[in-house]
């Protein structure tokens, strides 16, 4: 048994801290909104603590998983933040999807307190975090990603160690920047079927059985076809990912023609009212201007 922190209780932290509590570990919690971490408490039996600095005090590892880079930074560097009560040898595992630099920050604030940093943001959405399933990329050195690796596979179904701090940041742009093409593919796809009059849920069906395949056609084309949008992953976090992947990509010279252009697409939906629908979304995008 290890004793644990989990800073962040939203759609994912909240089952991933789970896992982590049935597994037989010690977890106290933080929530910006007391009132979700109590919930939590209520349903996993672990603790409660008032801050960050709290929740971290006694832990052996620290996971956080909140919004961007200004939530990560308050939650670990502000005030009663987390960095500033970790004891010595403990590990700071971050799942959210930031910025390298961050995570470069982050290591460095961790090494003055003698403690460790791992940058391990996470793919899979809701469904994954419930299931246990996520596929989570980590930054680290190798020694200390070999410490933490059994922990993460109680909710990581592909535990892969990519390279130093903020390499695991980098392969989840890489992440974004796939998934974002992608579902703009799928959504002109089943816009086309409709239009050229064919049975589009069909259609999916046989493409997803060949080389047209891919998880967001095979999970998401039948809530696509049913105009269903209140799940998943939010316009408005994908749109934070594809700013972070576009302003590395300019920083290291990499154009991303079609991530920009998908990045653009997303504005228009968040315009149409869309900022918390699904990000396959970009289908209602594609009918309304038809419409």
């Known amino acids: 048994m290890i004793h644990a922190a989990f800073i962040g209780l939203g759609n994912m932290g909240y089952p991933m801290a789970g896992h982590l509590a049935n597994a037989g570990h010690a977890v106290t919690v933080y929530n910006r909104t007391p009132e979700r971490a109590a919930q939590w408490v209520e349903e996993y039996h672990g603790g409660q603590a008032d801050t960050p600095a709290l929740a971290a005090r006694d832990a052996d590892l620290v996971f956080v998983c909140v919004g961007n880079d200004d939530d990560l930074r308050q939650v670990t560097l502000g005030d009663n933040g987390a960095v500033q009560s970790l004891k010595a040898d403990a590990v700071l595992v971050d799942h959210t999807t930031a910025s390298a630099a961050m995570a470069e920050t982050l290591n460095e604030a961790c090494g003055e307190h003698r403690a460790h940093f791992m940058d391990a943001p996470v793919s899979g959405g809701q469904q994954g975090a419930r299931d246990g399933t996520l596929s989570i990329m980590c930054g680290a050195d190798a020694t200390l990603f070999e410490r933490v690796r059994p922990v993460l596979e109680h909710y990581g179904k592909s535990v892969v160690h990519m390279g130093p701090v903020g390499q695991g940041q980098l392969t989840k742009m890489a992440n974004q920047i796939c998934v974002a093409g992608v579902i703009e593919g799928v959504a002109e796809a089943i816009a086309f079927a409709e239009k050229a009059g064919l049975d589009a849920e ?45 302003a590395e990509a300019s920083r290291l010279g990499a154009p991303l023609p079609l991530t920009a252009l998908v990045n653009e697409f997303y504005k228009e939906v968040q315009a149409m009212g869309g900022g918390r629908w699904d990000t396959s979304s970009l289908l209602r995008r594609l009918q309304q201007r038809r419409g």
């Open 202 to 246: 069909k259609a999916m069906r046989v493409i997803g059985a060949g080389a047209g395949s891919s998880w967001q056609l095979v999970n998401r084309h039948q809530t696509m076809l049913a105009d269903q949008y209140d799940h998943g992953f939010a316009v408005d976090w994908m749109r934070k990912d594809l700013d972070i992947c576009l």
